[in-house]
């Protein structure tokens, strides 16, 4: 791989106990030192994120993770062997290794190993793991480019690394392993649960809302966009004409709603496709001064799934 003149730079700051923006194959993250509660503080305050949301953990390689937890079932490691590096979260015991701060008191972390040539650079160029939340400001939608990053954070943030437009597009799916019970799973994401099912058997879903949720994840409003957005049926009709309607759509566009307004997040119908698009169409509407975000439902299967999640989760009021 050609050498990225930013590599160096991004190592000596994390090194230095502050905060840069990586990419991953899902979303960009916000990343410090795993092990410096200090460097995990800084994460938190240019989030604007509360201090129970626990951060997850990105590993250079599956071998690490016997370094931070103190249980590792078959299931996990299976799941581990599998699909990383990649979009899956696996929630584990954690050891003593891995400091509070990073898992808001918590017993149990959240490890992965991310999918992108730059960010597996990165952490094999480092004597630590890196703590990283999405990078956006704590509610709002995920940032899949350097440049939704720089938008919101820029002024913060000293170094993005840029790798492109995140090939996945939507969080990773997160595994919860609760001692030596069976998986749960409690964030729908860029892994679909038929791939999970189909690795290690059946998994449990526990991806309910809350406003006081037991995972913060499950927070029931999240991933939202500033301008209302709603989820219509198939005979959806404004009830006020004067709006100014923007709608985000999955193969075709609605008549009713200007050309413009809208985004066909995948033409051809394919869910990755719309999936990869989703966070910036969103992003784009959210920018056009609109008064409302029409969201069409997604078919239930694959990733189909986690965008309906996120939809519904932008909607809530
Ligand atoms: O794809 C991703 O997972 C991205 C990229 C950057 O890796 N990261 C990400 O992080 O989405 P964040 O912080 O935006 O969402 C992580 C979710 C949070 O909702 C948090 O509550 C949940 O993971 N989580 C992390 N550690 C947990 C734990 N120990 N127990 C329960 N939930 C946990
Ligand atoms: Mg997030």
């Known amino acids: 791989m ?7 730079e991004a190592v000596r700051i994390l090194e230095s106990g502050n ?7 899902t979303v960009y993250g916000l990343a410090a030192n795993a092990l410096n509660e200090e460097a995990i503080t800084k994460i938190f305050k240019i989030k604007n994120r509360p201090f129970f949301d626990p951060l ?12 931070y937890v103190s249980q590792f079932p078959a299931k996990a490691r299976k799941l581990a062997a599998s699909f990383w590096p990649g979009p899956l979260t696996l929630i584990l015991p954690k050891n003593q290794n891995i400091p509070d701060m990073a898992t808001s008191g918590l017993s149990y972390v959240g490890l992965r190993v991310p999918d992108h040539p730059l960010t597996l650079e990165l952490l094999s160029r480092l004597d630590f793991p890196l703590a990283a939340p999405s990078a956006n400001p704590f509610g709002y939608v995920s940032p899949t480019t350097a440049q939704h990053v720089n938008d919101q954070l820029g002024q913060e943030v000293k170094l993005i690394l840029d790798g492109g437009p995140s090939r996945v597009g939507l969080e990773s799916t997160i595994v919860m392993f609760e001692n030596d019970t069976e998986p749960v799973i409690l964030r729908l994401g860029g892994l679909g649960i038929e791939a999970i099912e189909k690795c290690i058997g059946p998994v449990g879903i526990n991806i309910a809302s809350h406003s006081k949720p037991h995972s913060p994840g499950q927070l029931d ?3 939202a966009t500033q301008t209302p957005l709603i989820i219509i049926g198939e ?3 404004p009830e006020n004409e004067n709006l100014k309607i923007g709608a985000l ?3 075709t566009a609605l008549p009713l709603v200007h050309p413009q307004n809208q985004v066909v997040l995948s033409p051809d119908g394919s869910l990755e496709e719309a999936a990869r698009n989703l966070f910036g169409a969103m992003r ?6 609109l008064n409302l975000i029409l969201a069409e439902k997604f078919p239930e299967t694959g990733l189909g799934r986690a965008i309906n999640d996120r939809l519904f989760r ?3 009021k």
């Open 2 to 8: 050609q050498e990225n003149p930013s590599l160096s």
């Open 19 to 25: 905060v840069v923006g990586i990419p991953t194959e």
């Open 56 to 67: 997850i953990i990105h590993l250079k390689n599956a071998e690490e993770v016997e370094k």
């Open 221 to 223: 409003k999240h991933y």
């Open 235 to 237: 005979n959806y009709k």
């Open 249 to 251: 759509t999955f193969k």
């Open 284 to 289: 784009k509407l959210d920018s056009m001064d």
């Open 314 to 316: 932008a909607s809530k």
